[in-house]
């Protein structure tokens, strides 16, 4: 009898034992949406280039329920059935998570998810975020006439962005939430264009976070970058003129060559050529070329907008848009994006606009 009520205490500390282990990573989601009926929920998970469906479950009478195991928080989102929309990300990992929602009309409205730590800083970020931002509207929808006044409203914006930013990375100082702090330098920083400094923002995760799927997203994009660092060889291309002649990059060896990538459907686009065309016409005769690669995918709205903004240099489009093989190869993340190169066919350096290109042009031309 002895023997056997050890046995049973072994059992019984065994299976202790293992029911603490799995509670370590093991999260339970509790779903609830008010006024829905029945249909399917979907959770998906961020793999580091898109959102793919891992698990699903039934909804009934509103009520839906996930659980498993998870390692390390992940980036992930629920879609309901009959509903494309709202997204809302959220950070899926152990313990329990709570998914609040309604449907109100033909909407569902912007679900709530709380409960486990790296969610509720999230849920902190965005809401001390949303005060500021709507502070930022608010002065943007001011019509100011008088130019004193403008100036103020202007500034009082500025100060609120810097605001934002201040909170974005006291954020990510916060070492009690890691996974966060990844995701806010991909919202914040991903697509700045100095490798040097992304690679530092991500040097205090690497040890525990290099597999995660916002690790590995962000050092892709350094990886980018060091292939267009300054004094890496300019990768070479041949594509269509507007003319419909070939026209290649090495054409341009021997002179200073601005990469200018832009499209006829992009704003700030439109916006910045007026500064390309008097930076063309100011240092052409000294030594400047420009070439236009467009991201267009109609040639007449290219055509187009070249002659309505007076863009009188060098232009070629290969009319496929965001998956152009120049994207990948120059790291393009957004237009309008300028790469400067010298004689040799080196990069000197990439994503100036302004002043900071001007300036970096005038050294180039040894002016």
Sequence with gaps: MKNLKNYILIVLCTLFLLSCGDTDNSFRLEGNIEGYTNGMAYLKQFNGKEFVCVDSTKINQGTFSFSG?????Q????VVEGYKYPIRYFFLEAGQVDYKSKVQGRNL????????????ALNRYTSEREVLYRKVLALRRIKVKDE???KECQLQINRLELKMMELVNAFIDDEKSPVLSLYLIKENYMYESDAVKLSSRLKPYAKAYAQHPLYKLIQARVEELNRI???????????ESLEGSSISLSDFKGKITLIDFWASWCGPCRKENPNMVKLYQTYHEKGLEILGVSLDTSKERWAKAVEKDN???NHVCDFQKWQSPLVSQYAVRGVPFTVLIDKKG???ACGLHGEDLKR???EALGI
């Design 69 to 73: 195991k998870r390692n390390q928080p």
């Design 75 to 78: 980036l992930s989102q629920i």
């Design 109 to 120: 409205i912007v679900p709530v998810v709380s409960g486990t730590p790296t969610q509720n």
């Design 148 to 150: 004193d006044e403008k």
């Design 229 to 239: 660092a300054p004094g890496q060889k300019a990768p070479g291309f041949e594509m």
């Design 311 to 313: 863009l009188a240099w």
């Design 346 to 348: 080196q990069i000197i």
């Design 360 to 362: 970096k042009v005038e």
